[in-house]
């Protein structure tokens, strides 16, 4: 199974950048196709949820016949730019506290277990992985974006 030290640095690392957000910065739209902070949080946590359900289901088995995710209509329907901030941080960080452990858990023997796609199958191990990689890549955008933001406002 994946590093599990490597997972938790990944989630401290975005964590960080979560507690040095200004309040006031994470509605900010810098363009018309740029997400905000908070919707960038959103977007993971809509990550957190479904790979949450793939996480706990292919711990049983293998997974078929499951549905994948549509980041921008997802993003688009649930208006996290209209939410308050600091509730979706919390939720951001109690999330990934869940997902932490079930990485840290999951037996040696489910890894194999496989999402069957029609693009091909996903172990469990690779997912793991891979979800860890995706926030590593949304924590260098939230970065840019935060810097954007800030220079934005004249925080800079």
């Known amino acids: 199974m994946p590093d599990t030290k490597d997972a938790q ?7 960080e950048l979560l507690d040095n957000t200004p309040a006031e910065a994470a509605h900010v739209r810098v363009s018309p ?14 990550s957190a949820s479904n790979n949450h359900q793939r996480f706990a289901r ?18 688009a329907a649930q208006g996290y730019d209209a939410c308050d901030f600091q509730p979706l941080a919390t939720l951001w960080a109690s999330y ?25 199958p996903q172990t469990l191990e690779f997912l ?4 860890y990689s995706h926030l590593r890549l949304h924590t260098d955008h ?3 974006r935060l810097a954007e933001v ?3 406002m004249g925080l800079a």
């Open 142 to 144: 939230y970065n840019g």
């Open 128 to 131: 793991i992985t891979d979800y």
């Open 96 to 120: 990934n506290a869940l997902l932490l452990h079930l990485a840290a858990t999951t037996p040696e023997s489910a890894g194999k277990n496989a999402w069957i796609r029609t693009d091909g």
């Open 9 to 15: 640095q990944t989630v401290a690392d975005f964590q």
């Open 33 to 46: 196709d740029a997400w905000t902070l908070a919707e960038i949080v959103g977007h993971l946590l809509d």
């Open 150 to 152: 800030k220079a934005h």
């Open 58 to 75: 292919l711990r049983l088995g293998d997974l078929e016949n499951f549905p994948g995710y549509e980041a921008e209509s997802w993003v």
